[in-house]
Every structure is written in C-alpha cells, then in structure tokens.
C-alpha cells in the first residue's frame, strides 16, 4: 500500500506541471462569454460553410457518375 501511495503523488505533479508548460506554450486567448445572437450567428456561418463543402461533394459524385454512365453506354453497344 505505501508504494502505491507513493505512485499515485508521483502521477499528480507531473500531470500539473506538463497542463502548466502546454498552457504557456500555446498562448490560448482569455475566455470570452458569447452573446446568444454570436451564437446563432456562428452556427450560420458554420453550416453555410458545411453546406458548400457538401454541394462540391455532390458535384464531383454526380460528374463522375455521368463519366461511368458514358461507359456503361459504350460497353452495351459492344
């Protein structure tokens, strides 16, 4: 029991010291407290954002289905 008392105080210190060390490092910016209208401002912007990557998906799907109905045209008529 006394060495794993003596783990277990280990753990804590280095954890602390390794949160302390990355904090200082990345340099995060002050917590700031978001109104609810840049909230809703930000889910807008978020997924207008989503909405065009999947509309670029949908674009590159349907080219390359046209591309493989092409094909398959070819292949019949053969």
């Known amino acids: 029991m006394t060495a794993q008392k003596k783990t277990d105080q280990g753990s804590p210190r280095s954890s602390t010291e ?9 340099g995060r910016k002050p917590w ?20 065009q990557k999947k509309e670029e998906e949908f674009k590159q799907a349907k080219r390359q289905l046209q591309k493989l109905e092409e094909a398959k045209k070819v292949l019949e008529a053969t």
């Open 32 to 51: 700031k407290k978001k109104t609810a209208v840049e909230i809703v401002l930000g889910q807008i912007d978020r997924l207008r954002e989503d909405v």
């Open 18 to 26: 390794t949160t302390a060390v990355t904090t200082t490092e990345t």
